[in-house]
């Protein structure tokens, strides 16, 4: 019998104890326990102990995003569970944060051999990922199209957009990579960022081995995506939870400059022997950074991309109201970097 103490069905979307504890206190005072599986904009289908249900968004809720754990009121949403992160962008049309996804540990930004690699969404999604408190994980997928040396290739320009990030190889249609990246993803929640058309809900649809999601076919010419999906969902895909996201144009940066410098570790490390502790890398005197590219080991690019993404991450920040809670996420974020640095030193 399911009633409302049973969690089982809450389980199946990554409930646990830690959840659990978190959401005792308003159980007892009569609330329901969920999880946010999809946001349509007006409404919401949230997992509960009795089944799925679907509830307004009214403008008195707390923000929230798919993957939220939440309070269930009178059929309301009345409180969020501290996330464990949240994966914002800058949203073009507000110029302000915009929710992608709350509660997932890695950001899987899917790239498809189909088009070009684009090293700016990949150096942006990774701030975005660091800045959530969450880790960067890049997935380049329809490796089927390519051959040895055209797929090699592709993941070398991966790996040098996002350095000591994880890049994994695959296919949804040969199934090639995706026990690599079962691996990756075990007993965590990902979600699945690109383009429109990158092969996202493909990929899903592979993993789980039955078509949950939605998939359409790109245009020819050029590759680009039909906007096939339209909503974030939460699935549940057997040890493991990935979040599909309707592939996005823009990624505008909506993370602080520290998230910047984590992802841009590269660039941190050399400045610290710049002669000036506050040097911008431009025109100072015993810059590190200057000295790298000028004797090859470091790509100009690198600085470029790392000087307009600061440039944009400082003017998130002045616009974004400080919340402790954002910039404790960012900690986070820089404390898992940390332990997967020593980690890659074993
Ligand atoms: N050859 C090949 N084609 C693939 C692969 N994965 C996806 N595709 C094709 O790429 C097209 C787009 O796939 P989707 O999964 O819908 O892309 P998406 O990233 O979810 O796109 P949006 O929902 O619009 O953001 C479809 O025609 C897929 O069949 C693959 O591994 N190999
Ligand atoms: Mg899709
Ligand atoms: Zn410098």
Not at 15 to 30: D, H, S
Not at 313 to 342: C, T
Request: charged share 25%; with cysteine; proline share 5%.
């Amino acid at each position: 019998m399911s009633g409302p103490d049973d969690t089982s069905k809450l389980e199946q979307f990554g409930w646990g104890p830690r959840w659990a504890a978190l959401a005792a206190e308003g159980v007892e005072r009569g609330l329901t326990p969920g999880i946010i599986l999809r946001h349509d904009g007006s409404a919401v289908l949230a997992a509960t102990p009795t089944g799925r249900q679907h509830i307004p968004v009214v403008p008195s809720n707390p923000a929230f995003a798919v993957g939220d754990r939440i309070l269930i009121g009178t059929g309301t949403v009345d409180e969020v569970l501290h996330r464990s992160s949240l994966l914002q962008r800058r949203d073009p049309s507000t110029g302000t944060g915009q929710f992608i996804a709350a509660n997932a540990d890695v950001v899987a930004i899917v790239c498809g051999l189909d088009r070009p690699l684009r090293p700016g969404r990949i150096e942006r999604f990774s701030t975005l990922a660091w800045d959530a408190g969450a880790s960067p994980l890049v997935v380049c997928t329809k490796c089927d199209l390519g051959g040895d040396d055209e797929t090699a290739d592709f993941v070398l320009r991966a790996e040098s957009a996002a350095p000591g990030i994880t890049v994994v190889a695959v296919s949804a249609q040969t199934g090639a990579g995706l026990d690599d990246l079962r691996a990756e993803l075990a007993g965590k929640t990902a979600v699945f960022v690109g383009e429109s058309g990158a092969g996202k809900s493909t990929l899903l649809n592979s993993l789980y081995d039955h078509d949950i999601a939605r998939t359409g076919s790109t245009r020819t010419g050029d590759s680009k995506g039909r906007h096939t999906t339209t909503a974030r969902q939460l699935f549940a895909v057997g040890d493991f939870w990935v979040i599909d996201t309707p592939g996005v144009r823009e990624v505008g940066l909506w993370a602080g400059t520290d998230a910047v410098d984590t992802a841009f570790d590269d660039i941190a490390d050399l400045g610290s022997e710049c002669r000036f502790g506050d040097c911008t890398h431009d025109t100072e005197p015993g810059c590190a950074v200057a000295a790298a590219i000028a004797n090859g080991t470091l790509a100009p690019e690198r600085l470029n991309s790392w000087q307009r993404l600061r440039r944009e991450a400082l003017a998130a920040e002045l616009r974004a109201d400080p919340v402790a809670a954002r910039r404790a996420n960012r900690q986070f974020g820089r404390m898992i970097r940390e332990v997967q640095r020593i980690k890659g030193q074993r």
